[in-house]
């Protein structure tokens, strides 16, 4: 990978921190999200601010000193208000709560992970690509291990987190039927914004 594709990388994640995030984060809470330096995050950000993607807001001071500034997301200009989260309020109040809840929900996902795969190709290349086009900023850290560090239905999880990751959990099963490789687990929040999925028989 070139140097300027790793920075685009980055940068899409520290983005993705931001829009992910209800509040203004600083410096240090995006370093420990992302795991990664400051001074990464500071060379980051400022690329990001100079391009008119984030902007700065000052925090009150808590003692001596200038306070630390925080960073936001600037909104796209063709943003609409769209409010699909309602949506997925009332589709997953039908799913019901419990054991059973939970089975059908990654029976969805798993079905609609197989759709997804259809025609591309079931991997884990393919499910690392497709979980990025859905939002997830996906890292493949090791053979058998995919972190992913921003969760597109947040607002959902919120209420009905246990539901969703099963979802989450069936679309990986769909994506990898038939390949020997199957989601052993989907840890939940491993830190701050990012959660890890652990799969069985992935080769190097």
């Known amino acids: 990978m070139r140097h300027d594709d ?14 992910g995030s209800s509040e203004p984060l600083g410096v240090a ?42 960073f936001r997301a600037v909104p796209s200009p063709d943003r609409d208000d769209r409010r ?7 589709l997953l109040e039908e799913l019901g709560t419990g054991d059973d809840a939970r ?16 025609g591309r190709g079931a991997s884990v ?16 850290t090791e053979p058998g291990i995919i972190e992913l560090h921003n969760c597109p239905f ?10 969703v990751c099963a979802i989450h959990a069936g679309l990986m ?8 490789v199957t989601p052993a687990e989907l840890e939940p929040f491993v830190r701050p914004g990012v959660c890890r999925a652990r799969l069985e028989g992935a080769a190097a």
Request: net charge positive; no cysteine.
């Open 6 to 19: 790793h920075a685009d990388d980055r940068r899409r994640l520290v983005m993705r921190r931001l829009q």
């Open 29 to 70: 809470a995006l370093a420990e999200g992302l795991g990664v330096h400051p001074n990464t995050v500071r060379f980051h950000l400022d690329a990001l601010e100079r391009a008119g993607r984030v902007e700065r807001v000052a925090s009150v001071a808590a003692g001596r000193g200038r306070p630390a500034s925080r």
């Open 84 to 90: 699909y989260e309602v949506l997925a309020d009332i």
């Open 103 to 118: 089975e059908r929900a990654e029976a969805v996902g798993a079905l609609w992970g197989r759709r997804r795969a259809h």
């Open 125 to 140: 290349e393919h499910l690392v690509a497709s979980l990025d086009e859905l939002g997830f900023a996906p890292v493949r």
């Open 154 to 163: 947040r607002e959902a999880v919120q209420n009905r987190g246990d539901v």
């Open 173 to 180: 099963r769909g994506a990898l039927a038939g390949t020997g």
